[in-house]
């Protein structure tokens, strides 16, 4: 049970190595997260802050890959972020993981006061919610984690811009028929852009894209090799299964 009285299930990721509990309903964590985890290219001894954390999946996928980094999960939903505490409890990762309570859009101060300074961070990593409002869901959770308005990308870059160190990196997931939008949103504060597409099966447009990015860098655009999902018959390939249940990262260009 959420701690606004809502029920939940515990739920496995990377085979079993991380337990997740998460609302029944809303907005539920999947292969995105866990791509995203995969993609960011922490090291020890850095600091990484997840932007709409959720229950903390990506997160806590990060934190159990790479030993010795420190997470801080920013979530705006006091529910989800109780959730999020309790998971990196039960998962053992508290003393490297913290969770905030707070508006994505909040201000520098109000970040500030939460821990959270301007370039206190080596990697900012998030999921935001991309989808146009065409016929969005009943429920409230669902509609906030998945529906986007046209200033969506540019606030939630807006607040890595301002928490990443100089030479600090972005990675976030988002609609591959929005990459423009996502290039557009990069320009001017971040460069060394790299796009990995990700395809659910061979032969087929890409669904997702994630991209990473290095602040005040003036390093050429980078588009890789596409991540496959699973075969034509719904089989998950060797490169999906090393990521989505073993913890392999993700390659990007400066790893």
Same mark, same amino acid.
């Given at each position: 049970?959420?701690?606004?009285?809502?029920?939940? =299930?515990?739920? *496995?990721?990377?085979?079993?190595?991380?337990?997740?509990?998460?609302?029944?309903?809303?907005?539920?964590?999947?292969?995105? =997260?866990?791509?995203?985890?995969?993609? !960011?290219?922490?090291?020890?001894?850095?600091?990484?802050?997840?932007?709409? &954390?959720?229950?903390?999946?990506? %997160?806590?996928?990060?934190?159990?890959?790479?030993?010795?980094?420190?997470? =801080?999960?920013?979530?705006?939903?006091?529910?989800?972020? %109780?959730?999020?505490?309790?998971?990196?409890?039960?998962?053992?990762?508290?003393?490297?993981?913290?969770?905030?309570? +707070?508006?994505?859009?909040?201000?520098?101060?109000?970040?500030?006061?939460?821990?959270? &300074?301007?370039?206190? *961070?080596?990697?900012?990593?998030?999921?935001?919610?991309?989808? %146009?409002?065409?016929?969005?869901?009943?429920?409230?959770?669902?509609?906030?984690?998945?529906?986007?308005?046209?200033? !969506?990308?540019?606030?939630? +870059?807006?607040? &890595?811009?301002?928490?990443?160190?100089?030479?600090?990196?972005?990675?976030?997931?988002?609609?591959?028929?929005?990459?423009?939008?996502?290039?557009?949103?990069?320009?001017?504060?971040?460069?060394?852009? *790299?796009?990995?597409?990700?395809?659910?099966?061979?032969?087929?447009?890409?669904?997702?894209?994630?991209?990473? *990015?290095?602040?005040?860098?003036?390093?050429?655009?980078?588009?890789?090799?596409?991540?496959?999902?699973?075969?034509?018959?719904?089989? =998950?390939?060797?490169? %999906?299964?090393?990521?989505?249940?073993?913890?392999?990262?993700?390659?990007?260009?400066?790893?």
């Amino acid at each position: 049970m959420s701690a606004d009285g809502s029920a939940t =299930s515990d739920d *496995a990721a990377l085979g079993g190595r991380l337990i997740v509990r998460q609302p029944l309903r809303g907005h539920r964590f999947g292969h995105d =997260s866990i791509l995203l985890a995969a993609a !960011t290219s922490a090291h020890a001894g850095e600091r990484a802050v997840e932007l709409g &954390a959720g229950v903390g999946a990506a %997160a806590l996928a990060l934190a159990r890959r790479v030993e010795g980094v420190a997470v =801080s999960l920013v979530e705006i939903d006091p529910a989800l972020a %109780a959730l999020a505490r309790g998971n990196a409890e039960r998962n053992g990762l508290a003393a490297r993981v913290h969770v905030i309570c +707070l508006d994505v859009a909040a201000s520098s101060a109000a970040f500030a006061g939460a821990g959270l &300074a301007p370039g206190s *961070a080596d990697h900012v990593l998030m999921n935001p919610p991309f989808n %146009a409002p065409q016929n969005p869901s009943p429920d409230r959770g669902r509609r906030v984690a998945r529906i986007a308005s046209p200033e !969506t990308l540019a606030i939630w +870059l807006a607040a &890595a811009v301002r928490l990443l160190r100089p030479a600090g990196a972005v990675t976030l997931v988002w609609r591959a028929d929005g990459l423009s939008d996502v290039l557009a949103a990069l320009a001017g504060n971040f460069g060394a852009i *790299a796009i990995l597409p990700i395809h659910a099966k061979p032969g087929v447009p890409a669904i997702r894209v994630i991209a990473r *990015a290095v602040k005040d860098s003036g390093a050429p655009l980078s588009l890789l090799p596409g991540l496959i999902v699973a075969d034509k018959d719904g089989k =998950s390939t060797a490169q %999906a299964e090393a990521v989505l249940r073993d913890g392999a990262a993700l390659t990007f260009p400066g790893n």
